[in-house]
């Protein structure tokens, strides 16, 4: 089953986006699948690739067989391959990175370790995703919301 946030709750009925929880997927399994290349696969193929499990190196390796395999079917072109750098991402770092807190406290959110702390895996993840950029999502600031309210 796919965590489904309420700040992208508008993507889950069509899926024409490719939601938090399946971008962390693509980390961990290594590759970068472009939105065009989202949008040719078909929805079965989507929810798919949303619900499949990914938390065994075994997992991961026939999840990203499937996705190279139907993103080439149907988008004519494979998957990018992240660098070891961008597939670690998909485990947050054990802190804020300073970029993120400078973002979220122009939101009006102070972004401390303790706050960090108590964030799990999945909204740390969509933190630094949405707001560990040089020009943050316009997500983030429903992100802070739902996560510290």
């Known amino acids: 089953m796919i965590r489904q946030f ?3 709750a508008e993507i889950y009925e069509s899926l024409s986006c490719v939601p938090m929880q399946a971008r962390r997927k693509l980390d961990a399994v290594g590759i970068k699948v472009h939105l065009a290349q989202w949008q040719q696969l078909g929805r079965g193929e989507r929810l798919m690739i949303c ?3 990914a938390s065994t190196p ?3 390796a026939a999840l990203k067989v499937f996705i ?3 993103t080439l079917a149907r988008a004519g072109s494979p998957p990018k391959e992240l660098s ?3 597939r670690r991402g998909a485990t947050p770092p054990p802190t804020p990175p300073p970029r993120l807190i400078s973002h979220a406290r122009e939101l009006g959110t102070e972004l401390t370790q303790e706050k960090w702390n108590e ?3 999945d909204e740390r993840y969509a933190l630094v995703k949405l707001g560990d950029v040089e020009r943050p999502s ?3 600031k429903s992100a802070l ?3 510290f309210s």
Do not use: G, K, S
Request: hydrophobic share 35%.
């Open 68 to 70: 190279e395999e139907a």
């Open 138 to 140: 316009h997500n983030l």
């Open 84 to 86: 070891e750098e961008v």
């Open 119 to 121: 964030l799990d895996e």
């Open 6 to 8: 309420q700040f992208e």
């Open 58 to 60: 075994e997992e991961c």
């Open 145 to 147: 919301i739902e996560f």
């Open 51 to 53: 619900h499949a499990p």
